[in-house]
């Protein structure tokens, strides 16, 4: 009997945004997994932290932030044998993400190497999306609008073009490429549509107008926009 | 001193997909608000129902199912009303709402009558969007992918248009929309890459390729697509 593989969701970052379902599988787990990302903390772990079994396993991926894909890949590699070990050995494995597993998590990569071979599940979480939404006070999306959800570091005259032609916008992985995407939404004259939110949910938040936002930006920043409905809906 | 409004999301349909804070708060409410779509029951109450104290005030408001708006507007008006009325008295009201209170949700309707007046807190919830891709087995979007949301009602040429111009893409309330999208989907030559979803999460759920999906879809189903990335990412 091999073991299941859990994908889960803690959310954007409170501690009680964190789903019953993710509680409780946490709360049981004797392995745990998760990234840290160029030897910081990690961030899911970090959430989750106070529902960790003292005892549990925990099985560590180091996985260096860089615009090349083979060293992440490398880690991911070492991080999916480890956890096949314990899932051989018919442990259940409860992998912690940040926000959701399959919307920019890191999660994606195990289920790609490890899906075929074993029972995975995926338990959804609060995205950094609706929960900076909530935080700024901003309704994404009603009735038939649409919402376009792009990550920073695209160039910018893709960028310039997929806003132009949205409606809702996110702009997630703001970080060093916050300057960008400024000018960007000047030229096209949203600035005032714009809020800028940093690490929404947690004690250290940050919701500002765009024009107000920061020089620099951390990587967990996100840009929303609408072009505004009746206020009335 | 007046209330407190909690916008309260509920997630997909699971109980347990509903968030530790969420919980908290409906089950310390003394006054709980939601929304009744044509007379059926309440999604968003029927999620948390095990929740709800047993001497909770229910506020219900029924919104007719139409095309035109100010039928909708009319139970919202009488709704806002009712919880102001609550919040004036020095009650908190903690307002369901199926998925994310910002995120296509009835909430909205409601922040726009009362946030200038009152104290609202937004808690977000999961949304349907990332539920049915845990479902699916079909992660969303990596690293610079970007990620639409549509609206099923959208009309064809519209729909054509943006799924063309996406990468992975969510189309949202098919409902009586699905031949009409299916149609899109087909000459698009896209089929082979589109999983459709009803009921995400819920023992009734179904999880099918789109070419095998059925005639008929129930509102609260999905389609997802994505144009593929590298298995191995």
Redesign the interface.
């Known amino acids: 009997m091999t073991g299941v593989l859990y994908?889960v969701?803690v959310?954007?970052g409170?501690?009680?945004?964190?789903?019953?379902?993710a509680?409780?599988l946490i709360e049981g787990a004797s392995v745990v997994a998760y990234p840290t990302l160029a030897g910081a903390e990690s961030f899911a772990r970090g959430i989750a932290a106070d529902l960790i079994a003292p005892d549990a396993e925990e099985i560590v991926m180091a996985v260096p932030m860089s615009v090349e894909?083979a060293p992440a890949?490398v880690a991911y590699d070492a991080g999916a044998a480890r956890i096949a070990e314990a899932l051989d050995a018919g442990r259940d494995v409860v992998c912690l993400c940040e926000g959701?597993?399959?919307?920019?998590?890191s999660f994606?990569?195990l289920?790609?190497?490890l899906?075929d071979r074993y029972r995975?599940e995926?338990?959804?979480?609060?995205?950094s999306v609706?929960?900076c939404?909530?935080?700024a006070?901003?309704?994404?999306?009603?009735?038939?609008?649409?919402?376009?959800?792009?990550?920073g570091?695209?160039p910018e005259g893709e960028l310039r073009a997929?806003i132009d032609?949205a409606e809702s916008v996110a702009i997630m992985k703001v970080g060093r490429h916050l300057p960008k995407i400024r000018a960007v939404i000047d030229a096209l004259g949203l600035t005032e549509r714009a809020v800028y939110v940093e690490r929404a949910?947690l004690p250290e938040e940050v919701v500002l107008p765009l024009a107000k936002a920061p020089q620099t930006a951390p990587y967990f920043s996100m840009i929303l926009l609408t072009k505004g409905a009746d206020?009335?809906?």
């Open positions: 994908g969701g959310g954007p409170a501690p009680d945004l964190i789903t019953l379902r509680a409780r894909r890949q959701d597993p399959f919307f920019y998590g994606m990569y289920f790609a190497r899906s995975v995926v338990v959804p979480g609060v995205s609706t929960a939404a909530a935080r006070g901003m309704p994404l999306a009603a009735r038939n609008e649409r919402l376009t959800v792009l990550p570091p695209l997929r032609g949910s206020p009335w809906l």
